[in-house]
């Protein structure tokens, strides 16, 4: 998946689950932890294995559910004893999200469950990357974008979009989450902390 596929999965997840368990749109600081996890497992594995050469394809420790759900519980048990434990359970669903959402998008695109990414170490993805981070993100980036430009989209293409303005709505929904803070706080301090 591409990182604002995971950001949107992510996202609509969190929302969705907030809303019908506490009936109440994410905080800005739960957005925050969403959005961060479900880019996390990329930002940790990808590198090591494509710019540094760690790991041989880019869905190791950071991917493993070995790994994922010890952490997830961790931060979310510390998150819980620090007084925000919705902002560690935004973090949890967003970090263990990513996981079947890459399963998900190479069974649609290849018709396979390729069970490597989230098994490491008992079973490895494996990868060549000559290019480095950048040259590897280019080659996979160019096509899309090309698809995206010719305004000749694929069905995938077309459905990715069709995600991305449902999200934005659930967001704008929610009460844009982040920006709404960020408006808030700038107000807040432009008037002297006296409030709105």
Request: with cysteine; aromatic share 14%; net charge negative.
């Amino acid at each position: 998946m591409w990182p604002w596929e995971h950001v949107i999965v992510g996202y609509v997840t969190y929302s969705l689950f907030r809303h019908l368990v506490f009936q109440q749109a994410p905080t800005g600081r739960e957005t925050l932890a969403v959005v961060f996890a479900s880019l996390l497992p990329d930002l940790i594995d990808k590198p090591l294995a494509m710019q540094f050469g760690v790991f041989e394809g880019g869905y190791a420790l950071a991917h493993s559910v070995f790994f994922a759900v010890p952490f997830s519980l961790l931060v979310g048990a510390l998150a819980r004893r620090y007084g925000a434990g919705r902002t560690g359970l935004a973090f949890a669903i967003g970090y263990l999200i990513h996981l079947p959402g890459d399963l998900l998008s190479r069974y649609v695109q290849t018709g396979e469950v390729a069970t490597e990414r989230v098994l490491w170490p008992v079973e490895q993805a494996e990868g060549e990357y000559s290019e480095g981070l950048v040259g590897e993100f280019l080659e996979f980036f160019i096509p899309y974008a090309y698809d995206l430009i010719t305004l000749d989209p694929s069905p995938y293409l077309l459905f990715q979009l069709g995600l991305m303005g449902c999200a934005f709505l659930l967001w704008v929904y929610d009460g844009m989450p982040v920006l709404r803070e960020v408006v808030l706080g700038t107000r807040r301090r432009m008037t002297g902390g006296s409030g709105l």
